[in-house]
């Protein structure tokens, strides 16, 4: 019985139990540099953003600078501050079967700009947090889910 318990705990340890695998690594240097929302994609639902709040969003810039994160007044559902010390950049693959973990994204909607079988994020940390996640799309483009609406950001300078 105590072989079976220490068996179960080195395969619960070692053994892949699921095929989706997350893996942290600094984020990628085209990601610096400022966004603009160009589009946006209601994806249906419930939502409180009416499509002229929506449309209001297009043109709105957001700054990636290596020690700081800033964005236009009024973008999203931003804080006014962020106190950043550093990026996350965060990849989840083999993604068949995580629905319920992946809400919110590009590929559980099945929308075309997501990337195959894989979403990666890339999250300005604010005072110690994760508070916004950027979805790096197929195209190297960034998008953020908010309210049943899709954002897509293209880069405007670096």
């Given at each position: 019985m105590r072989v079976q318990f220490?068996?179960?705990i080195i395969c619960l340890l070692f053994c892949n139990i699921s095929k989706a695998q997350?893996?942290?690594?600094?984020?990628?240097?085209?990601?610096f540099g400022t966004w603009k929302i160009?589009?946006?994609k209601f994806i249906g639902g419930g939502t409180l953003i009416t499509i002229d709040?929506?449309?209001?969003?297009?043109?709105k810039k957001v700054v990636f600078d290596?020690?700081?994160?800033?964005?236009?007044?009024d973008f999203l559902w931003f804080d006014d501050e962020?106190?950043?010390?550093?990026?996350?950049?965060?990849?989840?693959?083999?993604?068949?079967?995580?629905?319920?973990?992946?809400?919110?994204?590009?590929?559980?909607y099945d929308v075309k700009e997501a990337q195959k079988n894989k979403i990666q994020w890339i999250?300005?940390?604010?005072?110690?947090?994760?508070?916004?996640?950027?979805?790096i799309t197929k195209s190297k483009q960034l998008a953020i889910f908010y309210d049943h609406y899709f954002f897509f950001l293209k880069k405007v300078s670096k």
């Open positions: 220490i068996v179960l997350y893996t942290f690594a600094k984020p990628p240097k085209f990601i160009y589009k946006y709040k929506a449309k209001s969003y297009v043109g290596k020690r700081s994160f800033h964005h236009d007044q962020c106190g950043l010390t550093k990026y996350t950049f965060e990849t989840f693959a083999g993604l068949e079967g995580e629905v319920g973990k992946t809400q919110g994204t590009l590929w559980a999250k300005p940390n604010c005072d110690g947090v994760d508070y916004y996640y950027f979805e």
